[in-house]
């Protein structure tokens, strides 16, 4: 029975660490669609606003259909990975 319990929990807990990779294959897999947010990212640094911040992740959040946090990781691949030069 514990053991069962152990699995169920570990179980649980991976679905967040799934959801993260499946992201990351998204931004390597469809580098043309991380540009145009790095183009997004680039307009809203010419205006003063953070890729980190709240209306630039709510941004991602809406053209994604993902949760904030989700958004903020998914940014963070799409800065990593095409465009190093935003801030």
């Known amino acids: 029975m514990k053991s ?3 699995f169920l929990f ?3 807990t991976s679905f967040p660490v799934f959801g993260q990779s499946n992201l990351l294959e998204s931004v390597k897999k469809n580098p043309s669609e991380a540009i145009k947010i790095c183009n997004k990212f ?3 640094n010419s205006n003063g606003i ?3 911040s709240e209306k630039a992740i709510q941004y991602v959040s809406n053209i994604k259909k993902l949760t ?3 958004a903020e990781i998914f ?3 799409v800065i990593g ?3 190093p030069d935003i801030i």
């Open 4 to 6: 069962f319990l152990f």
């Open 75 to 77: 940014s963070i691949y």
């Open 10 to 12: 570990v179980l649980a």
């Open 81 to 83: 990975l095409h465009c």
């Open 68 to 70: 904030p946090v989700n």
């Open 42 to 44: 680039r307009e809203f």
């Open 50 to 52: 953070s890729a980190n």
